[in-house]
């Protein structure tokens, strides 16, 4: 059995941070040509801004899958969110019956809900045992994770099968 699987997700947010990023140099290279001298440090920094921001947010996500191991699910959504959640600590996972979730990270002010989205469809929840804190969605606490997978039925095939695995074993100490 493999150590770890890999299940990508929606990739609608790449999409629409790409365009959005895409109009913003446009603005930008439009508001360059028609000023005035500009000294060069200045829109070199503007410019290595705004590059390094459109590789974070729009071009990181695609270089993450959400990784189910042999007791941890781990959830990553690009290089600025991941949560690592033992098997352990799920109470429940399944399908998610909730209708277009905001894509990206949101946690909505007064819900338990944290959403990792990158599209809309194959939307899986994860009930927690006990709620956890993300410093992703500034320190609020959730009790469920919703996230989304591309193969939703394989990935649910994948967990139940992991989950009825025994447990691996843990060394006690370094002398174990």
């Known amino acids: 059995m493999e150590k770890r699987l890999t299940f990508a997700y929606g990739r609608t947010l790449v999409l629409t941070r790409a365009a959005y990023f895409g109009v913003l140099f446009a603005v930008t290279a439009f508001l360059l040509a028609i000023s005035p001298s500009l000294p060069l440090l200045q829109v070199a920094l503007l410019v290595a801004v705004l590059a390094i921001t459109a590789f974070l947010f729009a071009a990181s996500p ?8 042999r007791s941890r699910l781990i959830l990553r959504q690009g290089w600025y969110f991941r949560a690592i959640i033992p098997f352990s600590e799920i109470q429940y996972l399944g399908p998610a019956e909730v209708g277009g979730p905001v894509l990206g990270v949101h946690r909505p002010l007064g819900q338990p809900t944290l959403y990792v989205t990158g599209g809309r ?18 320190g609020l606490s959730a009790s469920e994770i919703v996230f989304d997978v591309a193969e939703r039925d ?16 843990e060394a006690e100490g370094a002398d174990a």
């Open 154 to 169: 394989a990935f649910l095939r994948a967990f139940e099968e992991r989950r009825n695995l025994l447990p691996p074993v």
């Open 62 to 69: 695609l270089l993450t899958e959400h990784w189910l191991t």
């Open 121 to 138: 469809t194959g939307l899986v929840v994860v009930r927690l045992s006990e709620p956890r804190r993300f410093w992703q969605s500034f």
